[in-house]
């Protein structure tokens, strides 16, 4: 198998500076645009609209906090090594994984299928089934903290919506959820996760690379607990908490 | 060592929603600010002025792209593990070390000792000096690519100029470059990541979390390349390439 | 959901020292027991046998070595921050994942599946006619470089025969890779990441976790590229290399 | 900066099989070596002797496990992405950095040092004087939860004294201790990672690599952590008792 050689669409440079995506980096993008829409240009090819733009700020300014339990990797690995930052945000990186990161794929995917059915109402209850089915959780709906709803969900529509995006994804998600309560018999949370889904389809991000703007966004979040721990330390405490709360409950040593 | 039991300044939540540095996450920041105000808020603790926010901008759109060199790794893994996208991310962001993320910070401390000094063109001398008698590179100056200058520079400062910060850092660099072409006896580069530390510091961000500003700039230029070795795949080939251009120059075996 | 607290069997510690699964760490581990015990002891619960230690040997012998190409990531990561060489290791370890590793589980999964068959030929023949007839890959079979075998497999087999194991996973691979040959017409090669999940599992592996046993032995062989790397450096020509290799096929810019 | 094509001396591989450093993988080291001796000769490149080997195997042994504080990162990815364990060993062993695998390195360092002095007496009392009158703490001395002595380090003494270790090393690190305990006025812990530092030193690791070894140690007290997750899942306890541990301590929201 001899691969071909590959080419890339993303970036050159010579000593005069560097090209992105057929831009001068110095004269057409630094100062000239703005961080989220250099995020969207730079993945997806093209300059944002304002409203995808719009859009794309309030996604990634939902996610930017995870509270402590989405920063304890990130503390523990800075306690360890304060002088390799990049190592705590890394391990941070790490926990936005299937469990989270993933569900907003797999949602993403499911609202392409809806969106491309013929009988969207039809496609949505036959999904519902087939995960009740099969035991699994359908992604995006129930949440531990916030019931009956998430607030950020409505919230991110409603951005989306002044924006004027077209609204297929949202109307999908809709179409979703009113499967999700008639198969259950009462209202189910639509989470953020979710929510997050329907609004970046609306702006052309593909379900497969969603995980990734979750990982954006979750930089600066890691980041600002890293800066707290430089200056009020808890990761020591958390893990000595840790240590304590979770009792050995094996054999003793025979030879004690 | 009984660590005190430590708390944080950042957020929390019940079951209404998140509350982040005192404002709503939902009434106050989603659709209300962008993700580079979030970013500058969420990690110092105040909202940013234009001016702030504008050379915030400009930082973060200068370090997204580090070209196929510092996509390599991210590459590497997501060709091994194209489920699970955090971890080519994680690989990428820990190539953001010492010799680059680093070099900000040591930047940033020694434009912080310049401006503290009462003579700083003395006090640049003698910080060139000392590097100089030990034969360490002197940190943010020289590039192997861009010669006689580096063109992002000169753009940062016209950027974070034209936007009214105060001008202590920048100027405490131009003092530095003086002392370093003096001692030299040629023009040396002052190179981008020496230009972003300034703005970076005309802006108020601490040279301790520098290089957690250069982290989060690096994430959407991984998600880029991820995204783009979805498309187009060049890991396979690039590691055929490194495993073929780095010849064994070790014993034959000799059971053969 | 509330979780209830949760307890560990793995270890504890008081002022005298440390308790793992029941024994002393000082008295009863170090000095006293390999670390090929130590690994399975401390992972599975039990100590080994004889024979299952120069089984486990053998496997992790088997992985440490992969090449440049699977030292790529760790190297880059080395060079851009020497000080932090756990950030090298960690993103080596990120490489060892789904196609690799993970292959591993789903051989072992299928052995497990066969060997509780009634009729594991009839198993076999179904499970191949499920990948073939869904065109994906069977795992654990073909093999890049080493055709028509791949020579670990054979020597792991060896190994385990001789130490006596039971036998059931190695003559469950066999009744696969007969189903195989069957089904494709010719031989296909049964590559080392079978051979591993087939032995792995003669010792009492679980197939969930044998993805773990790929990554301990991949650790010593990031370890040894690092050190070489310290001592003659590849990676900034690899990177170098790397850039230079994939030609930008973009837009020139505009503005220029 | 033009950088010559580099070579590698630690494996490559045709059709018929790889060399690792001169020697056959499956006729000279699968099934005919340890792990253990598999380590040192891939890192180090020579065959350890029989007492270098049971070194080793003794430092190895001695830092496998690191309690729930050393797991917890782990384990917290693990819970975030199940099916992808290589993040989760991965951020586990980002916590392996300097305030830890460093430690063994400045130690290892400080060892070579007084083995190179002409009066290693005089050298030791020079080094505790330098680290106290700049207030930072000797590497290797002290420990929180083992005083007077930390039991590993005798222990681990005796094994490489036993195996017929050359003793440079520890009675370096003995010396080193008498210094310690004449200026701080009592006796001093000297801590496992000092003494493995000693050890190691010893069978030949160089310094610069130490923390290599922690990382390869520390591999399987993941993998053991994880696979527990697997059975008895604390990650999700722990991340919600973290989350409430730590109160929040900021504004409360003015829109609310």
Excluded: C
Excluded at 67 to 80: C, D, F, I
Aim: glycine share 10%; aromatic share 6%.
């Amino acid at each position: 198998m001899k691969p071909e050689k590959p080419t890339t669409l993303i970036s050159t440079f010579d000593e005069k500076g560097s090209t992105i995506r057929g831009k001068s980096l110095v004269d057409d993008l630094i100062g000239e645009i703005t961080f989220t829409d250099m995020i969207y240009f730079y993945i997806l090819g093209r300059m944002p609209t304002p409203a995808q733009t719009k859009v794309l700020d309030a996604v990634l300014v939902t996610l930017v906090d995870h509270g402590m339990l989405g920063a304890l990797s990130a503390r523990m690995v800075y306690n360890s090594s304060p002088d390799a930052i990049q190592g705590a945000v890394a391990a941070g990186m790490l926990g936005v994984g299937s469990q989270y990161g993933g569900v907003m794929e797999q949602v993403g995917r499911i609202l392409e299928e809806l969106i491309a059915a013929a009988d969207p109402d039809a496609k949505a209850r036959e999904i519902v089934a087939a995960y009740r089915s099969s035991k699994r959780a359908l992604p995006g709906f129930g949440h531990n903290d916030f019931r009956p709803d998430d607030p950020r969900t409505p919230k991110l529509f409603q951005v989306a919506e002044a924006a004027g995006v077209p609204g297929k994804h949202i109307a999908a998600l809709r179409t979703l959820a009113r499967a999700v309560d008639a198969a259950v018999g009462k209202h189910i949370t639509i989470n953020a996760t979710a929510g997050m889904a329907a609004v970046l389809g609306e702006i052309g991000v593909p379900w497969k690379i969603m995980r990734g703007f979750a990982l954006i966004s979750r930089a600066p979040g890691l980041v600002g607990h890293i800066h707290e721990e430089q200056q009020r330390p808890a990761a020591h405490y958390l893990g000595r908490l840790a240590q304590r709360s979770v009792e050995y409950a094996g054999e003793k040593p025979s030879s004690s």
